[in-house]
């Protein structure tokens, strides 16, 4: 089945189904792609806080009809409440049950109307070809799959043209077996996957006298972790492309994205998301430029409304020349932080700074205390611990107490990720 048999049939059944996904991937690229999303986001907001109120008990009390002034809520008061956030508008039959294992691993889910699931579908067309990629062109998506595919799922990958590959299992031979197959492959493909992954990757890689890599795809998409420089450099010299970072979650679905036109600024999603950004610990809205943390009002989900969505997420927001917001810096999860021993938050990319110092299985650091931080080392032999500790006290301070510890595994999330970051001090 080629490229132009899978596009002709996608859009040929949407077409019999009078075109929701063209309809509404016409409504995002205008919304996107101009600079109306303002009175959009006005008449959008009306829209959905009048529903919530209407027919949600969580919302049916409050008078107004400001966004601002709607309280800011997060996965546990959605997990503890959920019965109040939903729309009496919907039952189960109409509206899709949405998982996420969260960064936590703590299961967490939500539900999602017909039109914001048809919504989403539109919206990863849109963003896939900001990128480069065409419905219906081969897809490598590395991520965690289950260990026996179903036939349901196997018959959707295969329609979509997407090949799975599971990031169990991806060791130096499933990587070489993986490589050689797309070598082989004689049509356009793209690649989704995990930055961890490309990390894992390269660390093989670089011990080869050459590049074994001989294919050179039309995109690469990075999910779930934040792409530093580093791995952007690398992806780019074994694969010849520009990585473009991905900013989305399960409940929500893309949020912002790096595209071709924009390089490392990510484009946000203004058709299906009104995003402000907060300070770390109280809710004071931040002015253009400020570390804080991304909170979004979903625009199309009325199933659960999600008004003032804490992502759990931290990131910076300024304007472009035209004076459109962007999100220039998305930073992790608030709880993936790291903090100085005067309090000030710094750049969790600093943990990758331990990769010099030996050739890992896996690491992890830990801010344990206000002061006090342990580095997880998976390996067999011993480090330059003094080392380590004079280099991270640059970052964290001259009283940072670091302790080098040998593990023999960091314990992998239901995700299939594993944190490298852990603060088991800084508390909301």
């Not at 074994?212 to 779930?224: D, G, H, L």
């Not at 484009?267 to 907060?278: A, G, P, R, T, V």
């Not at 659960?304 to 804490?310: E, F, G, K, N, S």
């Amino acid at each position: 089945m080629n490229l132009n048999i899978r596009a002709r049939i996608f859009w040929g059944l949407d077409v019999l189904r009078k075109s929701p996904i063209k309809k509404r991937l016409y409504k995002i690229s205008k919304i996107n792609d101009g600079d109306t999303y303002n009175t959009y986001h006005k008449a959008e907001l009306h829209l959905l806080l009048k529903h919530a109120k209407t027919t949600t008990a969580y919302y049916e009390n409050i008078e107004t009809l400001n966004v601002l002034d709607y309280p800011v809520v997060n996965k546990n008061i959605i997990r503890d409440n959920l019965a109040l956030f939903l729309s009496k508008s919907f039952t189960t039959k109409t509206r899709k049950k949405i998982f996420t294992s969260g960064s936590t691993g703590t299961p967490f889910y939500v539900y999602q109307d017909h039109n914001k699931v048809l919504h989403n579908i539109a919206d990863n067309i849109y963003f896939y070809s900001k990128c480069g990629y065409s419905i219906g062109e081969k897809l490598i998506y590395i991520k965690i799959w289950p260990d026996v595919l179903k036939f349901k799922l196997k018959l959707n990958l295969f329609v979509k043209n997407i090949r799975p590959i599971n990031v169990y299992s991806f060791e130096f031979e499933d990587i070489m077996y993986h490589i050689k197959k797309l070598n082989a492959s004689k049509t356009n493909l793209s690649i989704v996957s995990y930055v961890s992954v490309f990390k894992k990757m390269f660390r093989y890689l670089d011990k080869l006298p050459h590049n074994p890599i001989t294919f050179k795809p039309k995109a690469i998409i990075t999910i779930s972790e934040a792409l530093t420089d580093d791995i952007r450099k690398q992806i780019e010299a074994y694969f010849k492309v520009k990585p473009l970072s991905r900013y989305s979650n399960n409940e929500n679905g893309i949020i912002a994205q790096q595209t071709v036109l924009s390089g490392t600024k990510f484009k946000i999603n203004h058709s299906s998301y009104f995003i402000e950004i907060l300070d770390l610990k109280t809710d004071v809205r931040l002015e253009h430029g400020n570390l804080g943390r991304i909170i979004l009002t979903d625009l199309k989900n009325y199933a659960t409304p999600l008004i003032r969505y804490d992502t759990g997420d931290i990131g910076v927001m300024e304007l472009d020349a035209h004076g459109v917001p962007y999100l220039s810096k998305v930073l992790g999860r608030k709880i993936d932080a790291l903090y100085d021993t005067n309090g000030q938050i710094v750049s969790s990319h600093i943990a990758y700074k331990l990769f010099k110092y030996g050739d890992f299985k896996q690491v992890q650091f830990v801010q344990k205390t206000k002061k006090e931080y342990h580095v997880n080392l998976n390996t067999s032999e011993k480090v330059d611990e003094n080392a380590i500790a004079i280099e991270f006290k640059n970052y964290l301070g001259d009283d940072a107490v670091i302790k080098v510890n040998y593990v023999n595994e960091i314990p992998l999330l239901s995700s299939g990720k594993r944190r490298q970051i852990v603060n088991e001090y800084y508390k909301d």
